[in-house]
Structure formats: structure tokens, C-alpha cells
């Protein structure tokens, strides 16, 4: 009967058990327990009142949901987008895909198409030439990830536009996200991205 050859050796063996000692499992199986403590008294309803607004390099938003906010919700943020007439947002680009739904106001987006290849590393490149997509009250806008995108309000009154992003890909280690090009009047809060 032949032997099958063993790849473990000596050394590996006196190397698996040699190592600091932390708690790290102990650590997340007590932040698990107070999470669950925790989560009752977590908000379910978020009264209008209590949403924070925010002079955001992509305009001024007010927040609904964020991760922030000790709700229930722990997988998306919301937030309400104000867009002054005949104004834009910012251009921004992140990893999750984006949704939003228009309450008032019509306009249009810029969507700026991604490809990229993995070899070694990541390699992204985005069109020049944006796509548009016109919108109005009651519209749904789909925003694909990692696309660069933009809001432009085209008519003479303020638009507000619901958007919602998810935080998974941020908890699974892909929080790529950035400012390209502030709102104007917000460039005091914009952080540029480092690319």
C-alpha cells in the first residue's frame, strides 16, 4: 500500500500554533450579544424631525436612514436630495449600485459608463461621453456601480429626489467611494479623491 505523501511538515506544525493571543472571537460573540441587546430599542420610525440635514459636497441632502442613526435598518442609507432650480449635484462615483425616486421637479442625469479589467489589480476606466436619462415627479433612476454620475435640475423650482445606497458592499470590504466634482456653493465640504 503506498503512502500518501504529507505536505505538513515539523516547521508548519510549531508555526500554526505560534502567534499572539487575542480574543477576537470572544470579542465579536460579546458585540453580537449587545447588539441583540441593543436592537428593541433601535428606532423603527423615523419621525421627520429627527432626520439630520447636511451641506454635503454633492449638494444639501437630509438624511432618512444612516447607518449613524440607531434604527433598525442596517443595510441601506437614504437620504432626501435637494437640487436648486436650474442647479446640479456634484459627481460622485461608488461601488454600490444607487437608486432614487423623484418626488418634485424634473431634470436629467449624467451617467458616465465604467469598464474595467482584473488582472493583478483592478483597472477602471469611464467614458468621456455621459449618458443622459431624463427625469420627472414620480421616476424612478437607476444608477449602475461604480458609474459616475451627476443630477441637473432643469426647471425653475427645487427638485427633491429620494436616494438610496446600499452598505453592504462597504461591509464586505469595497468602500469605494468618491466626490469627483463638488455641488456648487458646496466646494467648503468637499474632500477630493486621491486618484
Same mark, same amino acid.
Given at each position: 500500500?503506498? /503512502?500518501?505523501?504529507?505536505?505538513?511538515?515539523?516547521? /508548519? @506544525?510549531? @508555526?500554526? %500554533?505560534?502567534?499572539?493571543?487575542v480574543? $477576537?472571537?470572544?470579542?465579536?460573540?460579546?458585540?453580537?450579544?449587545?447588539?441583540?441587546?441593543?436592537?428593541?430599542d @433601535?428606532?423603527?420610525?423615523?419621525?421627520?424631525d429627527?432626520?439630520?440635514?447636511? @451641506?454635503?459636497?454633492?449638494?444639501?441632502?437630509?438624511?432618512?436612514?444612516? /447607518? *449613524?442613526?440607531d434604527? &433598525?435598518e442596517?443595510?441601506?442609507d437614504?437620504?432626501?436630495?435637494?437640487?436648486?432650480?436650474?442647479?446640479?449635484?456634484?459627481?460622485?462615483?461608488?461601488?454600490t449600485?444607487? !437608486?432614487?425616486?423623484?418626488?418634485?421637479?424634473?431634470?436629467?442625469?449624467?451617467?458616465?459608463? !465604467?469598464s474595467?479589467?482584473? *488582472?493583478?489589480?483592478?483597472?477602471? /476606466?469611464?467614458?468621456t461621453?455621459? &449618458? *443622459?436619462f431624463?427625469?420627472?415627479?414620480?421616476?424612478?433612476?437607476?444608477?449602475?456601480?461604480y458609474?459616475?454620475?451627476? %443630477?441637473?435640475?432643469?426647471?425653475?423650482?427645487?427638485?427633491?429626489?429620494?436616494?438610496?445606497?446600499? %452598505?453592504?458592499?462597504?461591509?464586505?470590504?469595497?468602500?469605494?467611494?468618491?466626490?469627483?466634482?463638488?455641488?456648487?456653493? $458646496?466646494?467648503?465640504v468637499?474632500?477630493?479623491?486621491?486618484?
Amino acid at each position: 500500500m503506498t /503512502e500518501t505523501p504529507s505536505f505538513v511538515d515539523a516547521i /508548519e @506544525r510549531q @508555526r500554526a %500554533r505560534t502567534g499572539d493571543n487575542v480574543n $477576537f472571537y470572544a470579542e465579536a460573540l460579546e458585540a453580537s450579544k449587545q447588539f441583540r441587546a441593543d436592537y428593541p430599542d @433601535r428606532q423603527n420610525v423615523v419621525k421627520w424631525d429627527t432626520m439630520p440635514m447636511e @451641506r454635503s459636497a454633492d449638494g444639501l441632502i437630509k438624511h432618512i436612514i444612516h /447607518e *449613524k442613526m440607531d434604527t &433598525k435598518e442596517c443595510c441601506i442609507d437614504i437620504y432626501m436630495q435637494f437640487i436648486p432650480p436650474s442647479g446640479a449635484t456634484g459627481t460622485s462615483r461608488h461601488l454600490t449600485e444607487e !437608486v432614487a425616486y423623484v418626488i418634485e421637479g424634473s431634470g436629467y442625469d449624467h451617467h458616465y459608463d !465604467v469598464s474595467f479589467d482584473c *488582472k493583478d489589480e483592478f483597472v477602471w /476606466e469611464w467614458s468621456t461621453t455621459p &449618458k *443622459k436619462f431624463d427625469w420627472g415627479p414620480g421616476d424612478f433612476i437607476y444608477i449602475p456601480p461604480y458609474c459616475a454620475h451627476k %443630477r441637473f435640475n432643469t426647471g425653475d423650482s427645487e427638485a427633491r429626489v429620494v436616494v438610496i445606497n446600499s %452598505r453592504i458592499m462597504k461591509a464586505i470590504g469595497f468602500d469605494w467611494f468618491d466626490q469627483l466634482e463638488p455641488a456648487e456653493g $458646496f466646494e467648503d465640504v468637499w474632500v477630493p479623491p486621491s486618484d
